[in-house]
């Protein structure tokens, strides 16, 4: 009998080792790498960075990060670029991927920047977002995966649109800094037609 109670204790321990090693395993308590948690970024220029959530909360201010990260809206009307009227291209803050021209810019009365068209619809992606006031469509950046805003049907011609951006989650680049700064391809908005 002692040899059977001795068995099923050496038993029961290697059940409950194994037990315990697969719900540690699986609960993902500090066994991930940070690579893993890493939010991996293909800049505009072909490099590819990864940020942990501490790079980028040094990497970015706190609005930035609360905007881009955690799909928050800034201020209307207390904000970079709801205002702006210089002539050049928003870019994403963490890839530098180009999403708005000045071109496209319009006054929408919202506090916010907004535009009728991203410059390339390949870099923003969109997905419903419900809310308190009904379904929404979110826009973000392709690469980067930030929150960028939200689109709406009640723009202006051309298209309907109006993408209203939150300006923490852009950069904005002046047309006589774009060659510098290695946007070239995008002058010609900046072209006179006729």
Same mark, same amino acid.
């Given at each position: ?6 068995g099923?204790?050496?038993? *029961?321990?290697? *059940?409950?080792v194994?037990?315990l090693? !697969? !719900?540690?395993?699986?609960? #993902?308590?500090?066994?991930t ?26 990497? *970015? ?9 955690? @799909? ?24 530098? @991927? ?19 068209? /991203? ?13 308190i006031? #009904?379904?929404?469509t ?8 930030n929150? *960028?805003?939200?689109?709406?049907? @009640?723009?202006?011609? /051309?298209?309907g ?12 680049? /002046?047309?006589?800094?774009m ?10 908005? !900046?072209?006179?037609?006729?």
């Amino acid at each position: 009998m002692k040899k059977m109670t001795a068995g099923a204790i050496i038993i *029961l321990l290697l *059940l409950s080792v194994g037990v315990l090693f !697969f !719900f540690n395993k699986n609960s #993902g308590a500090s066994t991930t790498s940070e690579s893993e948690d890493a939010k991996r970024v293909e800049l505009y220029n072909g490099e590819v960075v990864e940020y942990s959530d501490q790079d980028l909360k040094k990497k *970015l201010t706190d609005i930035q990060y609360e905007v881009t990260q955690e @799909d928050g809206t800034e201020k209307a009307f207390d904000n970079a670029y709801w205002d702006n009227k210089e002539e050049g291209i928003y870019v994403d803050i963490l890839s530098g @991927d180009p999403l708005f021209s000045s071109t496209d810019k319009y006054k929408s009365g919202t506090g916010w920047p907004s535009f009728t068209k /991203p410059i390339l619809e390949e870099n923003i992606t969109t997905k419903d977002d419900p809310g308190i006031f #009904g379904m929404r469509t979110e826009v973000r950046s392709k690469q980067g995966d930030n929150h *960028l805003g939200h689109v709406f049907e @009640d723009g202006p011609e /051309p298209t309907g649109l109006r993408y209203c951006m939150n300006s923490a989650a852009m950069e904005f680049i /002046p047309k006589q800094e774009m060659k510098k700064r290695g946007y070239r391809e995008f002058l010609y908005l !900046f072209e006179e037609e006729g």
